[in-house]
């Protein structure tokens, strides 16, 4: 073997390691200027984030608040009765929109999401949550209010307007859903609510007379 061998290799091994080493510098390090980028795609563009500063307005806020009794194209809530479930001081009575089967399919699978986990499926305040709660609060690990009942008389004799109220701003310890459903959702809710609790108190009347033979 030549004398020249050792050396050359050696320093190819050197060699080979510096990127090894400058990569795990790069990860480890801080550093104030941009990252080298060999494939940047768009990765960096001139425009605002969200929460970033701009020194272009006097507050240095890149996120503008709306002007002051200004409301979005789209965005204007007139109809008390729809986005309010009020007509004046009074809950409405009923449901504001036509109730058809797709809106009770509808309301059935928003309450699957929304609602069930705390008032179960059926309505009886028993969903994943509760019980989950329930364990916790046996430890002593949690403070825990019960989800009611759907079918306490208290929630069957609200009117539909209070329903859609207590989705939108929550009640005492409930939270708030208004932000997450939208309105014409939380009345098929509503109206999927309705169903729920007749299904619990259904009579040989509420079924249509030609099937009546089949259930006696
Ligand atoms: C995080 C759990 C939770 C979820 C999710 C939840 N609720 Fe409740 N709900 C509660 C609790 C707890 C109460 C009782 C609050 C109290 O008494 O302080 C309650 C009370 C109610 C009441 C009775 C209000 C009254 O008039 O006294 C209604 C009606 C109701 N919920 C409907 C709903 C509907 C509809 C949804 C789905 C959009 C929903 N809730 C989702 C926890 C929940």
Redesign the pocket.
């Known amino acids: 073997m030549p004398r020249w061998i050792a050396p050359v290799v050696l320093t190819f091994v050197v060699i080979a390691l510096i990127p090894a080493a400058l990569i795990t510098r790069a990860r480890y390090t801080r550093s104030s200027t941009p990252r080298i980028n060999l494939v940047p795609d768009m990765d960096y563009q001139l425009k605002y984030l969200p929460q970033t500063a701009n020194a272009l307005f006097a507050d240095g806020r890149a996120m503008r608040p709306a002007p002051e009794g200004t409301v979005a194209r789209g965005r204007l809530a007139e109809d008390e009765r729809f986005h309010r479930g009020r007509s004046g001081e009074d809950w409405v009575g009923e449901i504001p929109v036509p109730v058809t089967g797709a809106v009770l399919r509808r309301g059935r699978e ?2 699957g999401i ?2 069930s ?3 179960g499926l059926s309505g009886y305040g028993d ?1 994943m ?1 509760h019980a989950r709660a329930l364990e916790l609060a046996e430890k002593g690990l949690a403070n825990w ?4 009942s ?1 079918h306490d008389d ?2 069957r004799d ?1 009117p539909d307007g ?2 859609f109220n ?2 939108t701003y929550g ?5 708030a ?1 208004g932000p997450q ?1 939208p309105p014409e959702d ?1 009345w098929a ?2 109206a999927y ?1 309705r169903a729920l609790q007749r299904s619990q108190k259904a009579t040989l009347d509420d079924v249509p007379a030609e099937k009546r033979s089949a259930l006696r």
């Open positions: 928003r309450y929304f609602c986990v705390c008032h969903g949550v209010v019960p989800p009611t759907l208290l929630v609200r209070h329903l207590t989705i009640i005492r310890n409930m939270p859903y459903i939380r809710i509503v609510l």
